[in-house]
């Protein structure tokens, strides 16, 4: 089994929707993040959280809100869905402190219209 | 802040023949470098990292990468490429400072593998 999920792999939504994209990880790690990936532009960091009481926003962070609900669940949120928020979310996962490796979960690919 | 430019959008190279992706970095100290693969449709997957030491290191799949501090650079290599290693590839820059942890990624380098 992955050790870090996403669900759903992928989803169609209107303009205006609430969707939520979650994300799941059994490495025990302590430190999650979410990421979008467009054509051209890389990884972009949303948000991270380095433990359940630690959420912080990262480059992009408007329009999106999260949720740390366990160590082991981080949900990425779009209260009001718009077409430019179409692109591939990542979930990432660490251990500890320093800078240190993150391991990514397979991805979901929204797609707004 | 850091920052990270892969100048090469896209590389096209033919099976057997040697690689490199080039990876130029910004960062006030020193860096915490990463090479990820992205598969088609696959997440990202870590070939090596750099934090100290050895300025030549070695991943998985036979690829290597060097640190060059005066050239700012980490390039990424590979002797001789497999039709397998189509993909993208990104490099990051990593903050040391505790507390505020996180990767920084360039925009990413497609390989395409002719015959």
């Known amino acids: 089994d992955a050790d870090v999920t996403q669900t759903p792999r992928n989803r169609i939504t209107k303009t205006g929707k609430r969707i939520m994209l979650e994300c799941s990880q059994t490495?025990?790690?302590?430190?999650m993040y979410w990421y979008r990936q467009d054509p051209g532009l890389g990884l972009r960091l949303i948000y991270y959280?380095?433990?359940?009481?630690?959420?912080n926003k990262g480059e992009i962070s408007d329009g999106y809100s999260v949720s740390r609900q366990a160590q082991a669940k981080f949900s990425l949120s779009l209260e009001s869905a718009i077409p430019n928020q179409t692109a591939l979310y990542f979930c990432a996962t660490a251990r500890g402190a320093g800078v240190i490796e993150q391991f990514f979960g397979p991805g979901t690919r929204l797609t707004v219209l | 802040a850091q920052s990270v430019t892969q100048p090469d959008i896209h590389i096209t190279v033919s099976e057997g023949a040697s690689l490199e992706l080039r990876c130029n970095y910004s960062?006030?100290?020193?860096?915490?470098l990463f090479w990820y693969v992205q598969s088609p449709g696959q997440g990202l997957q870590l070939l090596l990292k750099y934090f100290s030491g050895d300025t030549l290191v070695q991943g998985i799949k036979g690829f290597e990468a060097e640190f060059k501090r005066s050239q700012s650079s980490f390039n990424l290599r590979k002797p001789s490429v497999h039709w397998s290693d189509a993909a993208e590839y990104f490099c990051?820059?990593?903050?040391?400072?505790?507390?505020?942890?996180?990767?920084?990624f360039g925009t990413g380098t497609r390989l395409t593998i002719i015959p």
């Open positions: 490495k025990g790690h302590d430190r």
């Open positions: 990051a820059v990593g903050a040391s400072n505790f507390g505020n942890e996180k990767l920084t």
């Open positions: 959280s380095f433990d359940v009481k630690d959420i």
């Open positions: 960062y006030g100290a020193t860096p915490y």
